[in-house]
């Protein structure tokens, strides 16, 4: 009875505070500011939790919407096949029908990306087969009608896709384009409207790189339109008896996939690496230089009696604008690869132009006196890239002139006509070109690279002074032009010994005992197999002497430089 007054006082208080509560949400305007005692967290009822999408149910339901795509599709089917219905519009149906669905793979909500590839993948199984019979079977569609539809519908999954980065709906959608456009182009045996297909493609990929899109297609286009350009060139450079169902074309239809392809590439890596200031990938290296060799292969496939000299042409202008890019755009950058990628298009683009467009003689002409423009640029300019590449003129002006044929066969074979004028200006070049490379620093990889002119001059001038001798009478026996080869490389050996010691060029003594090697294998293989014995005392004799002068002589050198003025 005690407590009865105190359960009252708090019964009392729970209902003014239900009274206030009731009069605060009749009137909320009036109502005070009341700190409100909350139940407990506890207490209230657990929130209803969402179960996962493959939990709920979700998975068939998706499911079934897509076999209802499907079976909407087989029902246009039958009403192209049996209505009476201009097949045209009932093909327009169809397709819009194929969109449709594309469409609502695009505006699922965000995370379910499960639906969006459901659905993206009902789209392209309507609208591959639908595609294969309007155009083979019921002959709706022409080839290029087929092939725009197709383009249109990887722009359409492109503009659908692009803003939430849909990367099923794209993938889906690309590799179905370009999985029709490809075995389509077979199946109708016209590959022209289905190669534009494949190369809208791969310019939308490419604007989306350039766009910095998340979801690149590059590697899937770039592989379709070089497996379709390629198919083109293989078919029609074949026989025309093996290639009677394919439709005939020009040289032009014949040569254009190609050098768009390739346009399309270049353009693309000049964008990027040169404007964009971005890294050159591996992708963006080998996919230019496979769209070049498909351009090259139909100039000169389907235009034999011009192809070529365009193709020099190109490659020449081609080559001078990568010269500017390499030393104008790209001399600042901190990256070396553009560069160094740069570098290698423009000395083989500038190699095969020449190539293909001079004579032999012409040839090594330009390309020894590239040689030595190009290494006196590199050095003003302290750009050993440059110095390289006047190496790489000189060896390939080398080989056009016959140098090394020439002295391998005077040093070692028979002996050849007296040299021409070609010979003569390469010789001189390497002479420029080490002399040149003599002014620049001092360092392991200038030595290793003036190394290759020395030889190449060295070699020259054995070459010429063993010719002399025959042109004066002195050779006319075996074993007289055996000895004489062996006396002349001495002397060389001595004389590239005293003069690496004497100017401080190492690569010279090297060159010196190289000399002393090859002479040794001389006289083990050519002055002992004529079996004069009176020659091969004398050879043996002059070569003992080298032998133990090379070292002295450099040597020598050393000391002489030292006591001069």
């Excluded at 407590?3 to 208080?13: F, I, K, Q």
Aim: with cysteine; net charge positive; proline share 5%.
């Amino acid at each position: 009875m005690d407590d009865l007054p105190d359960a009252l006082e708090r019964l009392t208080s729970r209902i003014d505070a239900l009274e206030r509560r009731i009069a605060a949400l009749e009137h909320p305007s009036e109502a005070p500011n009341l700190s409100l005692p909350q139940p407990p967290v506890a207490a209230s009822a657990p929130a209803t939790e969402k179960l996962p999408f493959t939990q709920a149910g979700g998975i068939f339901s998706v499911l079934g919407k897509a076999m209802l795509g499907i079976a909407g599709a087989y029902v246009l089917r039958a009403v192209a096949e049996t209505s009476a219905l201009p097949k045209f519009a009932v093909a327009a149906v169809a397709i819009l029908y194929a969109v449709l669905w594309l469409i609502g793979a695009s505006r699922v909500k965000s995370g379910e990306w499960l639906a969006a590839t459901i659905y993206a993948c009902t789209s392209a199984m309507i609208l591959g087969p639908m595609l294969w019979e309007l155009t083979l079977r019921f002959n709706v569609l022409t080839p290029s009608m087929t092939a725009g539809v197709l383009a249109g519908f990887a722009l359409a999954a492109t503009g659908l896709a692009w803003k939430r980065d849909l990367a099923a709906v794209l993938w889906i959608a690309n590799i179905t384009v370009a999985l029709a456009a490809l075995a389509l182009s077979v199946a109708t045996h016209n590959l022209p409207p289905f190669i534009a297909t494949l190369l809208v493609m791969a310019l939308i990929a490419e604007i989306a790189a350039a766009l910095d899109h998340k979801v690149s297609m590059r590697l899937l286009a770039a592989a379709a339109g070089d497996l379709a350009v390629w198919a083109l060139t293989f078919i029609y450079a074949s026989p025309l008896e093996a290639r009677t169902e394919y439709r005939l074309l020009d040289a032009a239809h014949l040569i254009a996939p190609g050098c768009l392809l390739f346009l399309l590439y270049a353009v693309s890596v000049t964008v990027r690496t040169v404007l964009q200031k971005r890294r050159i990938s591996v992708f963006e290296t080998g996919q230019t230089l496979i769209a070049f060799l498909l351009a090259a292969s139909g100039l000169l496939y389907f235009a034999p009696h011009v192809g070529a000299t365009v193709l020099a042409l190109a490659c020449l202008v081609l080559s001078a604008a990568t010269y500017v890019a390499l030393f104008v755009f790209l001399a600042r950058s901190t990256d070396q690869r553009n560069p160094r990628v740069f570098a290698v298009w423009s000395a083989g683009l500038l190699l095969v132009g020449c190539w293909l467009l001079l004579p032999p003689f012409w040839l090594a002409a330009c390309l020894g006196v590239a040689a030595v423009a190009f290494t006196l640029l590199g050095i003003r300019l302290a750009r050993i890239p440059l110095q390289l590449h006047g190496l790489v003129y000189l060896a390939c002006a080398a080989f056009a002139g016959g140098l090394f044929a020439y002295v391998a066969a005077v040093l070692a074979g028979t002996l050849p006509a007296a040299p021409t004028w070609i010979f003569c200006l390469v010789s001189a070049s390497s002479l420029a070109c080490f002399g040149a490379l003599g002014f620049a620093p001092q360092g392991l990889g200038l030595r290793l690279m003036r190394l290759f002119p020395a030889a190449l001059a060295a070699c020259a001038l054995a070459a010429l002074a063993v010719q002399g001798l025959a042109t004066l009478g002195l050779t006319g026996n075996a074993f007289h032009l055996a000895f004489f080869r062996t006396l002349t490389l001495s002397v060389l050996a001595l004389a590239l010994a005293f003069a690496g010691s004497r100017w401080q060029r190492i690569e010279l003594n090297w060159l010196a005992y190289a000399t002393l090697v090859f002479v040794a294998a001389k006289l083990l293989f050519e002055d002992l197999r004529h079996g004069n014995l009176g020659f091969i005392a004398a050879a043996i004799f002059v070569f003992a002497v080298t032998l133990i002068a090379v070292p002295r002589l450099a040597r020598m050198g050393r000391m002489v430089k030292t006591a001069g003025p």
